[in-house]
């Protein structure tokens, strides 16, 4: 602001308290303003027209009265100009995130650290010491943002435009035809500051430090009980001990045959896809279609930023792989769109729902160097940027796992009747299950489990954090669905329960509104319309 602005907003303030001592008659005690001086000469030209028109206007209106006119013409100019002024700076202010959840960036070297070459920014990605190549614990190791990173600094994060956000109310029921839930408004940061929101740390994990998965290349079922090879016929003292939370746990999770999850594991995949699959990322986004049900979705909205940094990986069984190869749609580039397809060989079950409950709960048995994961069902698109979810379910929440809750049901027995009732699964093993729940004590959900507000998740959305007890709950999660149905929405909360009635941990239940705001369903019975991807 220059120095004639200065001087210009002074004398505004002076100019009202002369107005406010004139109007209560103490004018004769105060010296004549020199900005009203020179408003006169803006007024009048030349000392003739002065001495002319002055007498005139002082004989008809009084001098009290002129200055008093004068000085409120001034006092009016001056608003204009100053609000012209505030106008002008407001619409360039920048509006940022507090930055007190933020990690500041640090660049620490040590004797442990394995410096990149080529790396322009020469980011240090500390690997620890084991001796045991099959494990979860990442709370040992410094996750660093990727080189590719314009590192925003959380000091120039100042101020949330969210945090006065509030839920609108809901809309009137105008229209008739439409029926079932809808999205509500959801306020993400912009894509620039939700990067710079993401920790430059792992979170500290609950007790868990050290995950690491059973392997046995031939898996006996000793108990009568559902189970399959794949997931090595845990019994049920393994299943208990599983809850025992200690520093150091190792657990059933899957992929139990084979040197590591991809290879000769059950749920194959090439030996290219596994150097991807293997390889250092902050956030990936995940899917599946398998039995050749759902038509891949392409994301919308996604920042350049995230197009080059956020990989998209599509899991599809060799069934949908052919139609897709036919129809021209997957070439030799492995890629439709945004997704990089990752071919799946040698699945553990015939029913297709079941190995999508693999990708979906065990990524990170699959991407063993990922933080952050987002998981898509296959009959969803992707609208809204992966930083923006994670900066508003995650990293906003301090969470570590985050979850929609069902947009109608809460209760545990109301989904299993709703499940039978639309055929969703056998009656008969759906209340064998719930059975063996309420023999370990489940009960109805009440207000008595606040801030617990559901039991029953929508389930076809999980953003979650790689860390050791958020990897140890989709784990014992996976033996559920091995054990019982594949209906994951039934044992969701017994292994939150069990888990949280040891350790000092919850996971972030969202408004199912929420969800529907950066993502939406597409109906999903495939119309062999495969070309349309093209």
């Not at 990690?103 to 010491?129: C, L, N, Q, V, W």
């Not at 040698?346 to 990922?370: C, E, M, Q, T």
Request: net charge positive.
């Amino acid at each position: 602001m220059t120095g004639g602005s200065l001087g210009l907003r002074t004398g505004s303030y002076g100019s009202l308290q002369q107005l406010q001592l004139i109007q209560n008659g103490f004018s004769h005690n105060l010296p004549t303003p020199g900005l009203t001086r020179k408003s006169s000469k803006l007024l009048l030209s030349s000392s003739r027209e002065k001495d002319r028109v002055l007498p005139f206007v002082c004989r008809f209106l009084g001098r009290k009265r002129v200055t008093m006119l004068l000085l409120v013409v001034l006092a009016l100019l001056v608003f204009v100009f100053n609000s012209f002024t505030v106008n002008k700076e407001s619409s360039n202010v920048i509006i940022t995130q507090h930055s007190e959840s933020v990690i500041p960036y640090r660049k620490d070297r040590s004797s442990s650290s394995i410096t990149f070459a080529g790396m322009e920014d020469k980011h240090d990605i500390k690997i620890p010491s084991t001796e045991n190549t099959v494990t979860g614990n990442v709370k040992h190791r410094i996750l660093i943002p990727s080189p590719s990173h314009p590192l925003i600094q959380p000091s120039t994060v100042v101020r949330d435009h969210c945090e006065n956000f509030a839920f609108p109310p809901p809309p009137p029921p105008t229209d008739r035809k439409r029926y079932g839930p809808r999205p509500c408004p959801v306020c993400y940061l912009p894509v620039e500051q939700a990067i710079a929101s993401m920790p430059s740390f792992s979170s500290e994990s609950s007790v868990l430090r050290n995950l690491t998965y059973v392997y046995d290349e031939n898996p006996i079922r000793i108990e009568s009980h559902r189970g399959s090879e794949f997931g090595g016929f845990p019994t049920l003292k393994q299943r208990n001990d599983s809850y025992d939370i200690k520093e150091s746990m190792m657990v059933h999770c899957g992929f139990v045959k084979g040197s590591k999850p991809g290879h000769q594991s059950g749920f194959d995949v090439d030996e290219a896809d596994l150097m991807e699959l293997e390889m250092f990322h902050d956030i990936i986004v995940a899917s599946a279609v398998f039995g050749n049900y759902d038509i891949i979705q392409q994301p919308k909205n996604i920042s350049e930023f995230s197009r080059k940094n956020v990989p998209f990986y599509m899991f599809i069984d060799e069934e949908t792989e052919a139609y897709m190869t036919n129809s021209s749609v997957l070439g030799n580039s492995k890629r439709v769109g945004l997704w990089r397809i990752i071919v799946v060989r040698n699945v553990p079950y015939s029913d297709a729902r079941r190995n999508g409950k693999i990708p979906k709960l065990l990524l990170h048995r699959l991407f063993p160097n990922v933080r952050y994961s987002l998981w898509i069902d296959g009959k969803l698109q992707l609208v809204v940027d992966p930083y923006q979810i994670l900066e508003r379910f995650l990293w906003r929440q301090n969470a570590n796992f985050a979850i929609s809750r069902h947009y109608k049901r809460y209760d545990v027995f109301e989904e299993a009747e709703a499940n039978k009732a639309a055929g969703k699964y056998d009656n008969s093993t759906i209340n064998e299950q719930i059975d063996f729940y309420i023999k370990e004590g489940l009960q109805p959900y009440s207000e008595a489990k606040f801030p617990i507000t559901s039991d029953v998740p929508e389930g076809c959305v999980i953003i979650k954090e790689h860390i050791p007890i958020t990897n140890l709950f989709t784990c014992n999660w996976f033996n559920e669905v091995d054990r019982f149905t594949s209906r994951d929405q039934l044992s969701f909360s017994t292994v939150r329960d069990k888990i949280m009635g040891k350790v000092n941990w919850s996971i972030n239940m969202f408004l199912d509104c929420e969800r529907r705001n950066f993502v939406i369903q597409v109906n999903g019975a495939l119309l062999r319309g495969w070309e349309l991807l093209g």
